[in-house]
């Protein structure tokens, strides 16, 4: 079974716009799925839809084989979300904001203490994660989020743009924690303006292009005998 699974989805708005045209695809588990198109070709109205934030008119979302309409708490403890831009609660400290998290998921104390050393180490945030979040450069505000995402160990991930804001090594260990989470059976499914990223850790990739699925499949059968930047402008092209 597809850890997500998107079919037909339609997204409208109200001036008749539609952002997202009956896409359908899916994320199996193990993918580390990149999600690809221009700006307002539909990725951020198609993530939000899938997270359970956007209401959308026609079609039908599965998490793990539950549909985000019908049983959205279900649905967003199998998932982790970070959103292209990163709002936090400012008064709280890193260590609380991922506690939090933590506890919203019911993360046993044994579990997330080692998730937390872990992944704080990983990223090198353990010397700040006692100051208060309104201190952090966005760096470390995006840092953090990540950190709280991988605490409850995620079924599926969701990033909408994940390397904005991050460093080169801080983006070459976010790109280690996304392989580690898909080799241990979880699933990726992100979007991203760095085709060149996309083409070396994506398994998968489908190109949105005015809402509408214009490509998707295993990255090398897409991109063919040319790199995905050339076969994106192809695609792109009026």
Known sequence: MPILEINQLTKVYKNNKKAVDQLTLSVEKGDIFGFIGGNGSGKTTTIKAVV???HFDQGEILIDGHCIQKDPLTCKSKMAYIPDQTNLYEHLTGYQ??????????????????AIKKYS??????PNLGNVISSYS?????RTAIIAA???APKLFILDEPFIGLDPKASYLLKQAMQECASNGGAIFFSTHVLDVAEKLCNKIAIIHNGKLIASGPTEAVKGNQSLEDFFMEVQSP
């Open 52 to 54: 359970g934030i956007h």
């Open 97 to 114: 904001y991922i506690h939090f998290i933590a506890d919203l998921y019911h993360v046993p104390t044994a579990k997330r203490k080692q």
């Open 138 to 142: 966005h760096g470390m505000r995006r």
């Open 150 to 152: 991988l605490v409850h």
């Open 121 to 126: 180490d990983l990223f090198e945030m353990t």
